[in-house]
């Protein structure tokens, strides 16, 4: 037996033990997603699905199991904006940082005329390579614009570079939502996602265009990749790459977690996991 399907069957006796606590009979497997039961069956054909959080994409580990139209739908739909927005990120790195290596694709604005680039940052200089798919009449402009400033001394040179890897924002919050959310899922066990505070929580990684919850996102200086619960405030608090996402913790109520995030700056001590550890947590709302 492979790693992955032993791995996998692992994960669905720990959901099926999981739906059974909380009374739901026959033996089935509960996607945290949509709440849809599966049974074993869809082990072998393919419907139950491991899931990367963060996306593979993102250098992601496969941690938990869900349904094969959650994982695609939601792959689709949020996680190919996170993609796009952790490159367009690295473009900008590369561009007025100082790290060196490839930035990605871009267009470059001379005067009137645009070209696409590949950016190179090596040590101090930064390198625009001229890409293949581009007119001759956009390279002959720009090249003539380039001539001009030489021959100006470079003097009032203004021109305009921009990553071709553009990214809807909200839908990329929304796949920090869905990340954070199976995280804890896999942290804590399937009843997790299965509490009623959760409800609003999956309902907007379904329709991530509408306005269900309030403000999850923000920055934190949390440590990577780490989980901090708040009890005395019900709140849990994930530390993904792209910035903090906060959630329901089933000791409070939901009331009680929607004051939490309604914006500004929040102090708090956090119970790191895995336990006992403890660490300040100072979470920014961004808008």
């Given at each position: ?76 739909a949020l996680e190919s904006h996170s993609h ?136 934190v200086d949390m440590p990577p990749l780490s ?44 119970r790191g996991w895995p336990w006992p550890k ?10």
């Amino acid at each position: 037996m492979s790693n992955k399907k032993a791995q996998k069957q692992r994960l669905y006796a720990q959901g099926v033990a999981a739906a059974k606590a909380i009374g739901i009979e026959p033996a089935l497997f509960i996607c945290p997603l949509c709440l849809l039961g599966y049974g074993e069956e869809a082990l072998d054909d393919g419907t139950m699905t491991l899931e990367h959080v963060p996306p593979a994409s993102l250098g992601g580990k496969g941690i938990i199991l869900t349904c094969r139209t959650c994982n695609s739908t939601t792959g689709h739909a949020l996680e190919s904006h996170s993609h796009l927005r952790a490159k367009q990120s690295n473009f900008i790195s590369k561009l007025v940082g100082q790290e060196p290596g490839y930035g990605g694709r871009g267009v470059a604005t001379f005067g009137e005329a645009q070209v696409n680039v590949e950016l190179l940052r090596k040590n101090d200089a930064i390198t625009f390579k001229v890409g293949k798919n581009n007119s001759p009449e956009a390279i002959a402009a720009s090249q003539e614009f380039l001539h001009k400033a030489i021959g100006d001394g470079w003097k009032g040179l203004k021109f305009q570079v921009t990553s071709l890897d553009a990214f809807h924002p909200r839908r990329a919050r929304v796949a920090d939502l869905k990340a954070a959310f199976l995280t804890l899922t896999a942290a804590f066990g399937y009843t997790f996602a299965m509490n009623e505070l959760l409800g609003p929580v999956r309902e907007q990684i379904a329709a991530p265009e509408s306005h269900i919850l309030p403000n999850w996102w923000g920055s934190v200086d949390m440590p990577p990749l780490s989980i901090g619960i708040v009890e005395q405030e019900g709140l849990a608090v994930v530390a993904l790459p792209s910035g903090g996402v906060m959630l329901p913790w089933p000791s409070r109520n939901y009331n009680r977690w929607t004051n939490s995030v309604a914006g500004g700056r929040k102090s708090m001590t956090a119970r790191g996991w895995p336990w006992p550890k403890n660490f300040e947590a100072h979470f920014d709302h961004q808008n």
